[in-house]
């Protein structure tokens, strides 16, 4: 029975660490599956597989045209490690599900058609290296799909979703939007066609039709206001009324269309994609129960012992305080066993992170009780405390940020900057002198663990600046740019000070994360397009310094820039002849100004159609992607909003205010430190306290605001699904579309 | 009793009025004052006043410095007679209005104070004028005040209040974002102060403070991206990533916060106005229920007569069978009378426009009906309503497209113009033909109104044009430019051939009245901005066409713009020398892109501090208005789209249709014109037939989609207050604050 008991124990783990981490992998239920499914899972294995993803995408870096040439042999079998280790973790995901679910997914016959096309086009190429034969590395353009598809967070793979949901109704709009681009076309072609006018750069101005529509499309992302429009201007006045007429059409109404079609569907798919995965994990907990479910009276429940031997599975790395206070919770009522509605809790339980705060008190404390709380420690000590400490060293940063702006080369600035600095080591050794160290260095004070690392480094970097000028005479360059720019972030801590700063602050620096993996999806584009960039353009344009005597140096090297507005904007240094050169020009196009300058100037020095890989990349990055990025702001922003607003306060945090161990984190921000952690017992001997608590031990939610707008979008939903609903079965689940309203009739139990 | 009867009548008919246009003002209860109240709606009055205002405004055109310069002394009795209709307006206002509700109200008070002034300015200036002494007509900024405090639409208003409640939150937002670009602008000067760079045109690159903040905070609106960061990359490639982290930071996570805080904002007081607009509209038809109600049996009723008359009184303009329509659908179990439910519907009845169909045969059918009949006759009308007939002109359309295209000056372009015309205006003869006229012409059918008059504009545009042509051998340049513009718009129409293009169009074409209320808006800001450009540049940077022997005519007369970007590019004619050029000025700063060249041009012809005023209209115009606008854009698209899906319909439409006497849109839409006409006993004979109608007589709702954003989020919002919810008192009403939840229990009724 033993051997049973923790097989289900084991499958039964299984299904709630997958409930835990929202994934929705119907995996096989076979004891040596769930423990390859453990392995699968764990943090080595998801960060080798990162680091291989990322060893694989910079290979660009050392591939020609490289930034540092590496031999053709060590990328390759770079590239083919990397492969194998793709290959690898696909394998070990197929032992781990079903063979159906399997093959029915899009991202497993993705990565494999990736793979084999990388290891094709490697081939190829290599044998074509050894006949001396150039020829072009086109597999390169799939190693974002590794990416994709191997990414452990959803955020990534959501935003490609929506993006292919959102395609049908955003081509409608761009057709239209086309419509009204050419039919402006059309009639600027008619009015100012036959002016015989000329641009400011004494080119002929509206004269063939192809031209006018890329002005026009140029003029709609505002890159070319007002210069497309002056000599029309010039000619009459009233020419300008066309151009107003355009620019409120396509500019104003089409692209804030465009924001609307992006984010109505962004919206949308987020709402059908939270809905899955709360039922999903409704389901699984479902599952789990029913395997561990045993009767009791006339309900089905699961014993304790059973319980903690699941947790035990589940999070290895919780603390035994932590686990009693999840049970307790569980079991308010000491019964001795969970009942089913708090069982389906406990992948959330698991979620929250609780921090376990033992009240200690001052090692220094501990160590020189006698010193530490004598009269003058005691002062020390309240002076700290007082929000006077705080406002002496706002204003220190102030007149800091004055001798900074400040000439540099005065002897008595570059002295003043080792007071400041001294200033700095001593507050933060004053805090911590004050408050409890482990406290003042915990997980979630971001300010604190700023301040010190940001004037460490700045003590270590000045240190090192002026060794190696009193000794070599020379100052580095780079270490001094560190210096400077970390004596400029110093100075950002005042706006800590600000209640209303910090509550954007916070609010921003919640959205990181999730911005993050939009960086993720930034990159994805960036690198395709790096890649056929660097095919298209590579060698065509050259950066010369200053002064340099090669021919057509202000011509960036190639004649046929000359009286362009490229060379003239001294452009040069855009240019696609490598990777990291690459990635600056896509920011630069990414940012729309001058963009037809460099449209242009590529055209020229190719061909023609060159524009439309400029076109494709305006589509595609700004259009899409940055109108993606500003509906996950907007919506990211307005859940913090709400939440602010609602003060979303879960059965798990009531629970542990009720039971008197939980600490005010309003307290704790107010006094910016643990300063209540001194006496031990606050509220502890609430009304709560039936079993025995280890004294001065206190748990504090990690913050209140959930870090990601998922998990908080999710419990919003979950908080509207009846607990007697189980939901669909998971085919069903698997099948929903953002079209169908909630099923709530649904509610099959599938046996296991 | 009747002469009671009648002035409570009057009264009721007043507030049931005043719930149809609402507006929340509690008027005097009099029946001298409810005769003033009707006065002061009159549409004559209204548009008197809109035509004052916009007189007033345009004013600036041809005061100094004029467009059309006019006398000081014309312009100036002209501003005192629309001074005067102001106040008269006021004072009008006044009359109907609570005196302690009158002087409360900010908006009368401004209106007051801006009268005072504008006298003044105009006392001091004239007498001035009179010993030649040169002032500033400074009270030219008021003017718009008018336009934001008379305005009959709400849109403008709210907006303002929108700005108004936005700026205690963007304000922190904004030091933050300043605080930030501070923060960079210190890292930038140390990182490049000492390098000793130039810039592409020479000039030293970031040495001084202030002008690397303005620098920067023009690289956030990415106009100078990516010039303002090529030296430095030039220096050092790694220097990019301080621009990159800067764009990221400001331009795009700072300026997507300001989008969210403006949009959250609007959202939330949009809701709060319409809720407060929902419970005034419930209120005021309580109101004139409790003047006109009888008893009959155990409730409160109005009996069939008195509602008649009040209808009558309401809306004098509705047709008897619209009116008996109503009646029935007030009263549809015919028992005389209407309950008070029924009767709190009325002013929505009366809102929505019903569209009374005379289901005739066609004119040529009654006057010639041997021949309308003929078997040609019928086969023509059949062709014309085949779907071939559509796809056939679309083909033509395309034809004529490529034939614009092509080159004017070929004698056989310009004979298949006259071709191309005569075949539109055979189409349209044939469709009139075919389907009723009335119908053709009817009051929604836009795409019909929108063909007839560009196609009768483009004829009689083409035959002045020829004529002139013919008898004085020279082409009019003004009347072929508009021939241009018609003959492209024509092409226009094949967007409503394509089912996906007429939904968008619709959806856009919805949204332009609220659109213009926007423009409003801007006008306001384009004012305010205007004369103070003018004042403060006027002349300073003068025109000269090409070829000009004018001193420094290259830099638009003035030597100080030498070798600037302003003159470079061609800008000369972008000035505030009077109030259009100001007007075009202000559009392209609007658009953002080389702005900085603009205030760089500016402040070298004036001062440094210029610059101020460029970033003062960038910050409230971009920053703010733009983004309300997107804002709106968005929320309208999203009201639209949740409609197109909930297909929301009010009681009255479904006892339209219960009646019988409704006309499908769809049908109406699919066969693109009145088709279903001809039938005249299509479903008349229906379930609800009692009352015999008038035969032939069909209702259509003007638009299923209701034209204003407003309407439809009132209508919203009203399905979910409970009918027996009369909502709170008008004091309370009018003091609701967004926070407030909607009080359900306040349903004390006011005794009047």
Redesign the interface.
């Known amino acids: 029975m033993a051997e049973v008991a923790s097989q289900e124990l084991l499958l039964a783990a299984a299904f709630v660490s997958d409930a835990q981490y929202n994934r929705n992998i119907p995996f096989k239920t076979s004891p040596e599956a769930v423990r390859l499914y453990y392995l699968y899972n764990r943090w080595f294995m998801r960060t080798a597989t990162y680091f291989f993803i990322f060893l694989n995408l910079s290979l660009a870096v050392f591939e020609e045209p490289a930034v540092y040439p590496l031999p053709f042999l060590a990328t390759s079998l770079v590239e083919v490690l990397c492969l194998l280790v793709f290959f690898g973790r696909l394998m070990h995901f197929a032992k781990i599900t079903h063979r159906n679910v399997f093959w029915k997914d899009t991202k497993n016959i993705c990565i494999m058609v990736a793979i084999l096309l990388s290891l094709t086009d490697l081939a190829i190429y290599g044998a074509l290296r050894i006949y001396n034969i150039k020829s072009v590395r086109w597999s390169r353009i799939v190693r974002p799909i590794f990416l994709i598809n191997f990414a452990e967070s959803r955020q990534i793979r959501r935003a490609f979703r929506s993006i292919r949901n959102t395609l049908p109704e955003i081509t ?2 761009f ?2 939007f086309m ?1 009204s681009l050419l ?1 402006f076309s ?2 600027a ?3 100012f066609g ?1 002016r015989n006018l000329q641009t ?1 750069e004494g080119l002929p101005y509206f004269r063939d ?1 192809l031209e006018i529509v890329f002005d026009l499309y140029v003029l709609v992302t ?6 497309v ?2 000599p029309a ?2 000619f009459s ?1 009233w020419y ?1 009324l066309f151009f ?1 007429a355009f ?1 409120i059409v396509n ?3 089409f692209m ?2 465009f ?3 992006v ?2 569907n962004y919206k949308k798919h987020l709402k059908n994609e939270i809905r899955t995965l709360a039922y999903m994990k409704r389901r699984k907990m479902i599952e789990a129960f029913n395997l561990l479910k045993e009767e009791e009276g006339t309900q089905f429940v699961v014993r304790e012992a059973m319980w903690k031997q699941l947790v035990k599975l589940v999070a290895p790395d919780i603390s035994n305080s932590h686990r009693e206070l999840l049970l307790r919770i569980s079991d308010d009522e000491q019964k001795g066993f969970i009942d089913k509605k708090s069982f389906l809790q406990l992948a959330d339980l698991l979620n929250i992170q609780v921090i376990t705060l033992k009240i200690r008190s001052h090692p220094l404390g501990q160590w020189m009780p006698r010193v530490y709380r004598s009269a003058v420690s005691q002062f020390l000590r309240s002076v700290v405390r007082h929000r006077g400490f705080v406002w002496t060293y706002d204003v220190i940063i102030l007149i800091n ?1 004055v001798f ?2 400040l000439d ?1 080369e005065s002897p008595y600035i570059s002295y003043a900057e080792w007071i400041f600095l001294a200033l700095y080591i001593i507050e933060i050794l004053l805090k911590v002198y004050t408050y409890e160290p482990r406290a003042f260095f915990g997980k979630n004070q971001f300010w604190n663990w700023f301040d010190t690392l940001i004037i460490f480094a700045a003590l270590t970097a000045t240190i090192l600046n002026t060794t190696l000028k009193s000794t070599t005479k020379y100052n580095s360059q780079r270490i001094l ?1 560190i210096v ?2 970390l ?3 110093r ?2 801590r005042i ?1 800590d000070s600000i209640q ?2 910090r509550v ?2 916070n609010t ?1 620096i919640n959205i990181v994360p999730t ?1 993050l993996t939009f960086g993720g999806l930034t990159l994805v584009v960036y690198c395709i397009f790096a890649i056929i960039g660097m095919e298209l353009f590579h060698g065509k344009i050259q ?1 010369f ?2 002064n340099s005597n090669a021919p057509y140096a202000l011509e960036c090297g190639n004649p046929a820039l000359k009286d362009s507005l490229f060379a ?4 040069c ?2 240019n696609f002849n490598n990777f ?2 690459s990635f ?1 020009v896509l ?2 196009l990414t ?4 963009w037809h300058v460099f449209a242009n100037g590529f055209a020229n020095v190719t061909a023609q159609p060159a524009k439309l890989y400029f076109i494709a990349f305006h589509i595609v990055m700004v259009i899409i992607i ?1 109108n993606i ?2 509906s996950f ?2 919506e990211a ?2 859940v913090e ?1 709400s939440l602010e607003k609602s003060e979303v306060e879960t059965a798990i945090e009531q629970k542990i205010q009720e039971l008197g161990m939980g600490v005010q984190e309003e307290a704790l921000q107010d006094e910016q430190l643990l300063d209540n952690m001194e006496s031990p017992d606050n509220d502890l001997e609430g009304e709560g306290g039936t079993k025995a608590q280890p004294k001065g031990l206190v748990f504090k939610i990690a913050s209140k605001r959930y870090r990601t707008v998922d998990a908080l979008l999710q419990r919003m939903f979950e908080a509207e699904i009846p607990l007697e609903d189980e939901g669909p079965s998971f085919e069903e689940i698997l099948n929903l579309s953002p079209a169908t309203a909630v099923p709530g009739d649904l509610t099959s139990e599938r046996a296991v």
């Open positions: 409608y709009v057709l239209l419509f039919m059309l009639m072609l008619k009015l036959e400011a039709y505002t890159a070319n206001s007002p210069d429009m002056m201007f010039d006045s300008a107003i620019v500019t104003y109404i804030s269309l924001l609307a079609v984010y109505n940020a900074i702006a540099e740019d400077f720019i004596r400029v972030l100075l950002i706006v209303r700063f954007i602050m921003l911005m950066f310094p200053p003239r904007g001294k452009y240094k855009n990291a050169s600056i920011m630069e940012v729309v100004n001058q940055v990025f500003v702001i907007l922003f307005f909003y």
